[in-house]
């Protein structure tokens, strides 16, 4: 019988090594930074100048919303709701409405019925097609006049012209490891989640830059963000 052909093999050139792929799990994140006394008063100052800039500036803009609101909707024009903010803290936080007033109901039984708008829902906390919103609400939700009210939030305290998402009670569990860098910070208008794609983005993708922003904030990064919300608002980018 003829010996099978075996393969050359030179053992005068060293092993090649194969290199490993990189790992997909995210990097760790740095722990929050902590912002010095001056810091935060100049923070604190720019949150106020800002908000009073906004009602003296476009005062007539929020009128109107709030006119269409309540002839498109009826009453009430304003909707609010608890979430969570800077130390686990909950606040009193305002949006005009666009969405029917049973919303949770009608989300309940609509997820119940379309298990893959329920999947989205699950990774995204987002609808494409969301039934609870009316047909003005989803003219002010594209334009993020919707998100008008919040500076009031910024007046009395409860959150910053930027920093992370408003988080909800029932998203708590969703932070992990990264609640502590959620607390760090007061809850902002707008922040990297809004002008990184926002509601294209998975929640897990939305909590990595909560954490990323606590971690590197500087007064700088903050200018930085507000120049670029202009644009995400201008141009509609990730709205929904």
């Keep these: 019988m003829r010996p099978e052909h075996l393969p050359f093999v030179d053992f005068r050139r060293p092993p090649v090594r194969v290199a490993q792929p990189r ?3 995210p990097a760790s994140v740095s722990p929050p930074y902590c912002l010095t006394p001056v810091e935060r008063v100049l923070k604190r100052t720019m949150d106020i100048v800002g908000a009073l800039t906004f009602f003296v500036l476009l005062g007539p803009m929020y009128l109107a919303v709030a006119l269409v609101v309540l002839i498109g ?4 024009v304003h909707y609010w709701q608890n979430r969570l903010g800077h130390g686990g803290r909950s606040f009193r936080f ?3 409405r666009s969405m029917v007033s049973d919303s949770d109901e009608i989300l309940h039984r609509y997820l119940e019925r379309n298990p893959a708008e329920r999947h989205q829902w699950e990774k995204y906390q987002k609808l494409d097609v969301d039934p609870r919103v009316t047909r003005v609400g989803r003219v002010i939700r594209k ?3 919707d998100e008008l009210p919040q500076f009031f939030n910024v007046l009395k305290g409860d959150m910053s012209l930027v920093g992370p998402r408003p988080c909800m009670v029932r998203q708590r569990s969703m932070y992990g490891k990264h609640w502590a860098h ?3 910070m007061k809850p902002g208008i707008t922040g990297l989640w809004q ?3 926002r509601n294209r983005l998975p929640y897990a993708e939305r909590v990595a830059l909560d954490a990323r922003y ?3 904030w500087s007064l700088w990064l903050d200018v930085k963000i ?3 919300t202009v644009w995400v608002v201008l141009s509609g980018d990730g709205s929904c």
């Design 182 to 184: 959620y607390c760090h």
């Design 73 to 76: 909707m009826g009453g009430p």
């Design 23 to 25: 790992s997909t799990q």
């Design 143 to 145: 334009l993020s006049l």
């Design 226 to 228: 507000l120049a670029r």
């Design 94 to 96: 305002y949006k005009f």
């Design 195 to 197: 002008v990184s794609g």
């Design 214 to 216: 606590a971690a590197q």
